[in-house]
């Protein structure tokens, strides 16, 4: 006989536990990754309770219109009773109470549990890494034709990553944006002359070592891409499958494709998602 798992939401005495669990599922999250993961206002993560410890994960992440699950995670000794599954139906009834389409990247063995739930095939996301990373430069060269967005208090610039966030994704992402736009430089393309002005990609720096890539033109994109790797050596890259120009540049660049998540979604197609636009994606969980 099993013990009644107890499904509660999150309380800050969790962290240790929920950071085990998620550092031991998931390659590249770091302290503190979880920590924002866990702390951010549009987030609401749901832990089960087992015998008085703690066996799973799973988080909620509201964008308005869309919402995503995330680093649901059940620890190895309690899966396969059902646990993955109660966990995320108590995080998809929360994110279903705002979002219309509510999406999540799904490993190959919990696209079941997923499809149970009534979740269908997105496009694949492919995870590209370098083989054999140099050790982090510490600096990078700038974009060839880029600015740097000061700080959040630069309210344009703000405004036009996260329009071309929404250009690309369909979303309104700007409740993790806003977090890092102290970190996020925006780009112009070669031949803007015509649109002045105009933002042609963004990149997102976070602090630690992951990031996202928007774009709109592959050349704005090849330099955004060069850039983060200056950065981060060793950060991964994943992006929809079907941005071919992505493939092409990260192939060009040495970086191998190690591993794929299944984008999916319940409700219907996020309108004006443009995945040939995603170069890298925000954070594990939030594509
Ligand atoms: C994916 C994951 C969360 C699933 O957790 P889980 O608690 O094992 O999930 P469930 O028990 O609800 O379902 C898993 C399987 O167990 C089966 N199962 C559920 N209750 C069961 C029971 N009482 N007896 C036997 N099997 C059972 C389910 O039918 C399902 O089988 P299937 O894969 O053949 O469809 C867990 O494997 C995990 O943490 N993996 C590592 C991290 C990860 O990949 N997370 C997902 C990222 S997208």
Not at 175 to 194: G, N, Q, S
Not at 239 to 246: I, K, T
Request: charged letters at 20%.
């Amino acid at each position: 006989m099993f013990d009644t798992p107890d499904l509660r939401a999150y309380g800050p005495a969790d962290f240790p536990a929920v950071l085990g669990l998620i550092g031991e599922a998931f390659g590249g999250e770091t302290p503190e990754s979880v920590r924002f993961a866990v702390s951010a206002s549009n987030t609401t993560t749901f832990v089960a309770q087992v015998g008085g410890r703690l066996a799973g994960v799973a988080m909620a992440i509201a964008f308005g219109r869309t919402a995503w699950l995330g680093n649901v995670v059940v620890s190895p000794t309690h899966r396969r009773r059902g646990l993955g599954f109660a966990l995320t139906e108590r995080a998809l009834q929360h994110a279903r109470k705002e979002a219309e389409t509510v999406l999540l990247l799904a490993l190959g063995d919990a696209q079941r549990v997923y499809e149970r739930l009534g979740f269908v095939d997105d496009g694949l996301y492919g995870t590209w890494v370098r083989p054999d990373p140099p050790a982090a430069a510490g600096q990078s060269a700038s974009a060839a034709h880029g600015s740097q967005v000061g700080s959040a208090q630069d309210r344009a610039a703000a405004e036009q990553c996260l329009a071309l966030d929404r250009r690309a994704t369909g979303e309104d992402r700007r409740a993790y944006l806003d977090h890092f736009m102290a970190v996020v430089r925006i780009a112009y393309a070669d031949d803007a002359e015509e649109h002045a002005g105009a933002a042609a990609g963004y990149s997102a720096r976070l602090p630690w070592g992951t990031g996202a890539i928007i774009a709109d033109d592959p050349r704005v994109a090849a330099s955004l891409v060069g850039d983060m790797l200056l950065a981060f050596p060793g950060t991964r890259f994943e992006f929809p499958d079907a941005n071919e120009a992505g493939c092409r540049l990260a192939s060009g660049l040495g970086l191998v494709r190690v591993k794929e998540n299944l984008r999916m979604r319940l409700g219907p197609p996020v309108a004006g998602f443009r995945p040939q636009c995603i170069y890298k994606a925000l954070t594990p969980a939030v594509g």
